[in-house]
C-alpha cells in the first residue's frame, strides 16, 4: 500500500508540473476526435490499429484514470491538505 500511496504522489506531481501541456493535449485531441466522429477529418488507416482497437484502448485508459487513478488522487491531495493543516499551528 505504501509503494501505491508512493507512486500516486509521483504522478500527482508529474501532473501538476506539466499541467498546461497536458490540457492543452487532451483538448487538441477531443478536438480531433470529435472532427472525426463529425466527418470533417479523414485520417488513414493504420494496418496496426483498427477503430475497434481504438475505442478499446481509449476506454481502457479512460476506466482506468477516471475510475482508479483520478480518486485517488483527488483522495491523496485531501489527505495531504488535511495534515498539512493539522501540522500548522492555529
Do not use: H, K
Not at 9 to 15: I, K, N, Q, S, T
Request: glycine share 4%; net charge positive; proline share 4%.
Amino acid at each position: 500500500m505504501a509503494r501505491l500511496t508512493q507512486a500516486i504522489d509521483r504522478l500527482d506531481v508529474l501532473a501538476e508540473r506539466y499541467r498546461r501541456p497536458i490540457s492543452f493535449l487532451s483538448a487538441l485531441l477531443f478536438a480531433l476526435s470529435c472532427a472525426t466522429w463529425a466527418g470533417f477529418i479523414r485520417w488513414p488507416d493504420f494496418e496496426l490499429l483498427s477503430e475497434r482497437q481504438a475505442v478499446l484502448i481509449s476506454t481502457g485508459w479512460n476506466a482506468i484514470w477516471w475510475g482508479l487513478l483520478n480518486p485517488r488522487i483527488m483522495r491523496r491531495r485531501a489527505e495531504r491538505a488535511a495534515a498539512t493543516e493539522a501540522s500548522t499551528p492555529a
